[in-house]
C-alpha cells in the first residue's frame, strides 16, 4: 500500500496534534510545505491542507509526481475549497478523502498558471461559484451592493476567440471563467452541465445594454434562489479560450489581482489524479465534448460600439443593425395595400351586423379581422424614431382605413332597415378614463408584442382587447343614422383608443431600447397632448359613472318599510334618473310609491325621476 503524507501550513503547526491528525484514521506522515524539497513517490496519497497561495504548486508538484491529492479545507483555501469542493468540516472532509478512490480530473489554466476556482474580468456580480446557499436576507444585501456598483458600470470592449476559432466582439460589464460551479445555485440555473473532468472551461459572459436589465436580474435573483437563464448573459463552453481588448485587461485569478495584454485559458485533460470527496461527481468523459456557445443575445456590429467605455445606460438602445427585421415588418405594415383595404371592409361589415345583432361572438370576430392596429403601431415607432417616410405611410394608411371603415358601415346603416341602438351599440357611446387604460395597456402589448418575436401570438387578443373597428362602425352608423349624439360618441371612444395606443406603443419602443429620448421626446409630446385632449371629456364621463355608481350602491338593497329595493340603474342627469324593482309581499298605492320616491330622494339629497318595477313577492 502507498504511503500517506499531510502537506500542511507551517503557520498551521500548532493545531496539528490536536486538530487535524486525530481525524486520521490511517497512519500519516506530516510534511510542512516547501515549495523547493518536497518529493513524494508516484501514487503516494497526499493529503494537502494549505492556503490559496500555496494549492497552485502543490498541484503542480502532484501532476508531475503523480501523487493521488486530496484538497483539505484550509481556512485560508476559499477558492481551492471552492474547485475541488471540498466538505467544509474538516473531519468529514478527512474520512471521504480516506475512503475515495483516485479519479483523473482536469486543470484549467489562465496564461500557464493553474485556476482553482474563477477567473474574473470586470463585475461579476453574484454570478461568481459559491458553495454557501445565500437565504433571502443575505441576497437582498448581496443585491443592495450590486446596485451601489452600477452607475460606475462601464462596459469594455472585450473581443473572444474559443478553440473551433469561433471569433466574437462585444461589450460586456464582465466575465467569469470557471472550470465547473458543482455545489453552486449556478449548476441548476445557469451551467446544468459544466464538469470537472469535462475537458471545458466556462465562461459566462455578462453584457446587459441598460441599468433597468441589471435591476431586472437583482430583483429576480433575490426574490427566488432558482431562475432562467438571464437576457444579458452570454454562455461559451470550450476546450480553449483566448481573451483580450484594445488595452491592457485587469483580472482577477482566484482572487489575486494581475494585470496582461491579452489571457489564454487553457485545458489540461485529465492530468490531475484527486482523491475526491461526495460533493464533487466524477462523470464518464470517454466521448468527446463539443463546444457550445449562446451568444445571441449579446450587443453586436454597432451596438457594440455605441455601448463600450460609457456609462451603462438607464434605458438600452438597440443598434439600427438589430432591428432590421422588425422596421422592415412595421414599414410593410404601413403600406396601403388591396389585402389591407379588403380586411377594413370585410371587418367593418361584420361588426355592422353583429352590432344591429347585438351579438358578441360576430363583433369579437370582426376585431380579429381588422388590421387597423399594424399601421397604429407603425406610426408609434415613427413617433419614437421621427422617422418621417414611416409616419406619412403609417398615417396615411390609417386615415384610408378609418374612411374606408365610415363609409362600408354608414352604407350598411343604409341597407339595414332598422334605426334600433341595440346594447352593443349603445355600449359604445359613453367612453370613459376606463377606457383609456384598456387602450395604453394593450398599446403596450401590441409594442411589445412586435418587437419580441415568442409575443407575437398575443396579437390576437390585443386585437380583441382594444376594438378598434367596432366603434368605428358605430360612428359610421350613426353618420348614415344622421344622429349625432352616435356618431359623436362611439368616435370619441375610437379617438380614445387611437390616442392611448400611440402614446403606449410609443413609450414601449422607448423603453426597448428602439429610440434614444432625446429622438423620442418630440414625438412623445404630441402623442401626449392626444391622450391629454381626449381626456378632458372622459374625465367628466367618469364623474358621471362614478356617480351613478355611487347612487346604485345607496339604494341596492336598502329596505323602506317592507319593500325591498333591488336592481338599481342609475343616469347622472338633472334630474337624475333611477330604474329599480321594488320587491314587496303587498300591493303598492301610489301614496306608498311617493313615500318610497320621497325617501330616496332624502337619502340622495337630490330630485330623482323615479322608474319602479313592482314584484310581489309572498
Known sequence: ?????????????????????????????????????????????????????????????????????AILPHPDSRYAKRGFCAHRNLEKAIQEAELSSPEQVDIVRCNGNILLSSLVIGESFNLLPSVKILD?????????????????????????????????????????????????WLAKSILPNSHIN?????????????????????????????????SFLGLLKTKQLEIKNDQQLTYQLDGQEQQSDALLVTIDHHVLTLLAGEELPIIDTTSAQKEQIKIERLPAGEAVMEIAG??????????????????QLLRDNATTTTAFLTLMALSTLLASVGLFASSAPVIIGAMILAPLMAPIISLSMALARQDPSLLTASATTLCIGILV?????????????????????????????????????????????????????????????????????????????LDLHVAWGALLLFLTNLAGIVFAAALTFLALGFAPFTRAKKGLTIAFIGVALVSIPLIFSFMRLSDEAA???????????????????????????????????????????????????????QKVILEAQVIIRR
Not at 487535524?20 to 496519497?45: C, V
Request: hydrophobic share 50%; with cysteine; proline share 4%.
Open 198 to 230: 469535462d475537458g471545458m472551461c466556462h465562461a459566462m459572459i455578462i453584457a446587459p445594454r441598460s441599468i433597468m436589465e441589471l435591476l431586472r436580474f437583482f430583483v429576480v435573483s433575490t426574490l427566488g434562489r432558482h431562475y432562467s437563464l438571464p
Open 136 to 184: 433571502f436576507v443575505e441576497r437582498a444585501k448581496l443585491a443592495w451592493q450590486n446596485v451601489a456598483k452600477i452607475r460606475q458600470a462601464c462596459p469594455q470592449k472585450i473581443s473572444f476567440s474559443t478553440e473551433n476559432e469561433t471569433n466574437f466582439t462585444t461589450a460586456a460589464l464582465g466575465v467569469v471563467v470557471t472550470a465547473h460551479v458543482h455545489g453552486s
Open 310 to 327: 460609457k456609462t451603462l445606460a438607464f434605458v438600452g438602445h438597440a443598434a439600427t443593425d438589430e432591428f432590421k427585421e422588425l422596421y
Open 405 to 481: 371603415s365610415l363609409g362600408f358601415s354608414s352604407f350598411a346603416s343604409f341597407i339595414i332597415p332598422m334605426e334600433i341602438v341595440t346594447p352593443e351599440i349603445a355600449a359604445r357611446l359613453s367612453p370613459s378614463l376606463l377606457d383609456l387604460g384598456v387602450a395604453v395597456i394593450s398599446g403596450i402589448a401590441g409594442a411589445y408584442a412586435h418587437a419580441r418575436v415568442d409575443a407575437a401570438k398575443s396579437l390576437a387578443g390585443v386585437a380583441i382587447a382594444v376594438a378598434l373597428v367596432p366603434p368605428l362602425a358605430v360612428t359610421g352608423i350613426g353618420i348614415g343614422w
Open 551 to 605: 347612487i346604485m350602491q345607496q339604494l341596492e338593497g336598502k329596505k323602506i318599510g317592507e319593500v325591498v329595493i333591488r336592481e338599481v340603474h342609475a343616469r347622472a342627469l338633472q334630474p337624475v334618473e333611477i330604474s329599480v324593482k321594488l320587491m314587496t309581499p303587498t300591493t303598492l298605492t301610489t301614496a306608498k310609491l311617493d313615500l318610497i320616491k320621497q325617501t330616496i330622494e332624502s337619502q340622495l339629497q
Open 1 to 69: 500500500m502507498a504511503d500517506s503524507f499531510l502537506l500542511f501550513d507551517i503557520e498551521q503547526k500548532d493545531q496539528l496534534a490536536e486538530h487535524l491528525l486525530p481525524f486520521f484514521k490511517q497512519a500519516i506522515l506530516p510534511r510542512a510545505w516547501d515549495e523547493g524539497d518536497i518529493h513524494f513517490s508516484a501514487g503516494s496519497r497526499v493529503y494537502a491542507y494549505l492556503n490559496d497561495q500555496q494549492a497552485p504548486a502543490v498541484i503542480e508538484a502532484a501532476i508531475e509526481g503523480g501523487w493521488h491529492l
